[in-house]
């Protein structure tokens, strides 16, 4: 077993408890924990294997923090670095020119390269294929390789006139 690594922490207790309190996430959180219990064991030391088990933590996790901490302080415990969902590539204009253009029964689209073909005529743009197809499944619900339900020069009287016809003569048991 290793010696515990032996480090001065800046801020007291009650600062920490009150970081903890205050903390935006769940993540920030859990570090003020590893913090306080590193600040309770100062003089003496704790084995990363230790200190994550009392904190509720994977060990490496436990080296990581603390590593961060002794190289740039509280304040870089406090950010977590995450950033959130990247924007969209398409834009609001181009989101319903192709749902427009998906919707349109008569449009004759036979795939998802004659789409991206379409889009990056009508915007002057290129755009990938596998983000093209993510896009339109996430927002549109569109599939690939999906039969039409039906015809799309269909006559619809000739559809009710069959319907009527048939229903009669259909026998019922």
């Given at each position: 077993m290793s010696k515990p690594k032996i480090f001065v922490i800046k801020e007291t207790l009650q600062e920490l408890k009150?970081?903890?309190?205050?903390?935006?996430?769940?993540?920030?959180?859990?570090?003020?924990?590893?913090?306080?219990?590193?600040?309770r064991l100062e003089q003496t030391g704790i084995p990363k294997r230790e200190l994550a088990r009392k904190?509720?933590?994977?060990?490496?996790t436990a080296q990581a923090w603390r590593t961060k901490y002794i190289k740039g302080g509280i304040e870089t415990l406090l950010k977590h670095g995450r950033k959130g969902f990247k924007p969209s590539v398409f834009t609001k204009q181009q989101?319903?020119?192709?749902?427009?253009?998906?919707?349109?029964?008569?449009?004759?689209?036979?795939?998802?390269?004659?789409?991206?073909?379409?889009v990056e005529k009508e915007f002057n743009t290129t755009?990938?294929?596998?983000?093209?197809?993510?896009?339109t499944e996430k927002n549109f619900g569109s599939k690939i390789k999906v039969a039409r339900k039906s015809h799309v020069k269909k006559d619809e009287e000739a559809v009710k006139t069959f319907k009527k016809t048939s229903d009669k003569s259909v026998t019922k048991p």
């Open positions: 009150i970081l903890e309190k205050s903390a935006s996430s769940k993540l920030i959180s859990k570090r003020m924990l590893l913090m306080m219990e590193l600040k904190v509720g933590i994977d060990h490496n989101h319903d020119a192709i749902e427009i253009k998906l919707n349109d029964p008569k449009n004759g689209l036979k795939g998802y390269v004659e789409l991206l073909t379409w755009f990938k294929y596998g983000t093209l197809i993510k896009y």
